[in-house]
């Protein structure tokens, strides 16, 4: 079966994480108090999804509901909502809470805080806090402010991709996921850190899927995916 089926392989992806967040640290994105709800959600949502390597459908299920997004000193944890079946979930595998701890936690470098999940989440809870109808943690960004669909979310994180991928690739939302993981793993975190973090029961799809040979790599799990990117040295463009 093995050989009449071979699995797929893919080619790394020729973005890079760091690109797209050195765009998320400029405007329209920054300064937050300037920025759109549009451009706000837009990066709210790469910014938890690199930091957790979580799947659309966990995204799309977090929640403001009490207890299910809770503030705390050096952070924000997150949980689905309860009606949410993760697409490993078994009933002796249950994905762990979303714990995302601050960027000021672990960088006193003041320019390291426009990457910052946590910030971008407390600016987003409270900018939609009075247009707000439903419990979905993500709304679509315009009036009637509706709960956002998967697809869109999928959306959100092609369109910031896209400007920074190869000519004829595909930008693929999934890949958020993996180049966070790979980030982390060649920073040095253990894999029992990252599979907890990404909800994998076993190391087999990580290794198999997700491990890309990306280049940059630097801290703990949530700060070696959103560390201060790297600029390109003058005159050094991609192709």
Known sequence: MFNQRPPARRLAPSWSLSEVLAVLAEAPFEPMHQSTLEHLTHKTVFLVAAASARRRSCLHALTTKPGFLRHDRDGIRLLPDPS???????????????????????????????????????????????????????????????????????????????????????????????????????????????MKAASWKTPSTFVATYLTDTVSAEAAFASASLRQPTRPTPGHQRR
Request: net charge positive; aromatic share 10%.
């Open 84 to 194: 949410f079946l993760a697409k490993n979930q078994t009933a002796s595998f249950t994905p762990q809470e979303i714990s995302l701890p601050a960027i000021t936690t672990m960088s006193s470098v003041e320019e390291d805080k426009r990457w910052c999940p946590v910030r971008a989440l407390r600016w987003y809870v409270e900018r939609t806090r009075l247009v707000r109808r439903h419990d979905q943690l993500f709304l679509v960004p315009r009036r009637p402010y509706g709960p956002a669909s998967k697809d869109s979310i999928s959306r959100w994180m092609r369109d910031l991709i896209k400007p920074h991928i190869a000519k004829g690739e595909s930008a693929r939302a999934h890949d958020v996921r993996g180049q966070a993981t790979s980030r982390a793993w060649f920073a040095g975190v253990p894999l029992e850190d990252i």
